[in-house]
């Protein structure tokens, strides 16, 4: 069983930046990590991930403005989140699984932690 953490959301103004974190427990290898949000009114979509060798992957609409990043020592995954804008408002949740579900998602969620970019 993996137990995932966010942290760093929060409330942030149009061309703001953000960094979220995402702790892993549970596991001391785990093959893919990654970023999805659910925007209000809509469903949960994929925003980025991450394998242990350090492969990324991105939606086409936060391409250029998000980054993401891991530490496999510290099990840890980041989004770095800048340009932000108005339809960046989520709620971001963490992801975990292998490799082949890194777009659909793994079977392991964390809690979700909400971005509101203020226009």
């Known amino acids: 069983q993996v137990q995932l953490v966010e942290s760093g959301g929060g409330l942030v103004q149009t061309g703001g930046s953000l960094r979220l974190s995402c702790i892993a427990s549970?596991?001391?290898?785990?093959?893919?990590m990654g970023w999805f949000r659910q925007c209000p009114g809509k469903e949960r979509e994929f925003v980025a991930s991450?394998?242990?060798?350090?492969?990324?992957t991105y939606a086409d609409s936060v391409k250029g403005r998000f980054t993401i990043s891991r530490d496999n020592a510290r099990n840890t995954v980041y989004l770095q989140l800048n340009s932000l804008q108005p339809e960046d408002t989520a709620v971001y949740y963490c992801?975990?699984?292998?490799?082949?579900?890194?777009?659909?998602?793994?079977?392991?969620w964390g809690q979700g932690t909400q971005v509101t970019v203020s226009s």
């Open positions: 992801n975990a699984g292998t490799i082949a579900a890194q777009r659909s998602g793994g079977p392991y």
């Open positions: 549970g596991r001391p290898f785990i093959s893919a």
């Open positions: 991450i394998t242990w060798s350090g492969s990324t």
